[in-house]
């Protein structure tokens, strides 16, 4: 059973920055699919981020690329979520996942219970 336990969440004003963290439990991290969801108010999850087994990564364009950076490091067992240019609208509950084969806006196996991200104007 894969375990998923994000940290780094907050409180943070518009403009700053925030890293998330999920480690994953489990001796096989670096062959799964890692990565990173959101769910505003009221909204559905969506998808913000993946990086594939081999370190390649994919962003949801329209509302992250170029402010957001997701990144692993297997030896840790983890990834990360480098959030820069914070912006009121990225107030969300964040959460990671974790697949053995890809993770996309289609979603993944396996979930994290969530990091709650709160953004000031």
């Known amino acids: 059973q894969v375990q998923l336990v994000e940290s780094g969440g907050g409180l943070v004003q518009a403009g700053g920055s925030l890293r998330l963290a999920c480690a994953a439990s489990g001796r096989t991290f670096s062959r799964y699919a890692m990565g990173w969801f959101r769910r505003a108010p009221g909204k559905e999850r969506k998808f913000v981020a993946a990086?594939?087994?081999?370190?390649?990564?994919?962003y949801d364009a329209a509302s992250v690329k170029g402010r957001f950076t997701i990144s692993r490091d297997n030896a840790k067992n983890t990834v990360y979520l480098q959030m820069n240019g914070l912006k009121p609208e990225d107030t969300a509950v964040y959460y990671c996942?974790?697949?053995?084969?890809?993770?996309?806006?289609?979603?993944?196996?396996?979930w994290g219970q969530g990091t709650q991200v709160t953004v000031s104007s």
């Open positions: 990086i594939n087994r081999s370190g390649e990564c994919t």
């Open positions: 996942a974790l697949d053995p084969i890809v993770v996309d806006r289609r979603g993944a196996a396996y």
